[in-house]
């Protein structure tokens, strides 16, 4: 039990830290007056904040623990390279 609220604190902070760089570089993109990636952006949150729970279960297993972090480290990548991709797409 405590190795798991352990991996479910440290992957709440790193998606969590992600998720905040992330809403920086959307807002400061100009981002959030695109209303056709309001939508993109949204489940892009409701994953993040769902995602540690998710991975902390997942890490029960000890054979999986180390898919569990490079899911958790895939996820933050791609949270805080995702508002320059939408800027690109966007043509901002």
Not at 2 to 20: D, E, K, P, W
Not at 39 to 50: N, P, Q, Y
Not at 52 to 73: D, E, N, Q, S, Y
Request: hydrophobic letters at 60%.
């Amino acid at each position: 039990m405590t190795g798991f609220v352990v991996r479910l604190i440290g992957y709440a902070l790193l998606l969590g830290i992600a998720s905040r760089v992330a809403q920086t570089l959307w807002l400061n993109d100009g981002l959030d007056a695109v209303g056709a990636l309001t939508s993109f952006h949204d489940k892009e949150l409701t994953a993040l904040l769902v995602a540690p729970v998710v991975l902390a279960l997942i890490g029960t297993v000890p054979a999986l623990r180390p898919l569990a972090v490079f899911i958790g480290c895939f996820l933050a990548g791609a949270a805080i390279t995702a508002p320059f991709v939408c800027a690109r797409i966007a043509g901002l």
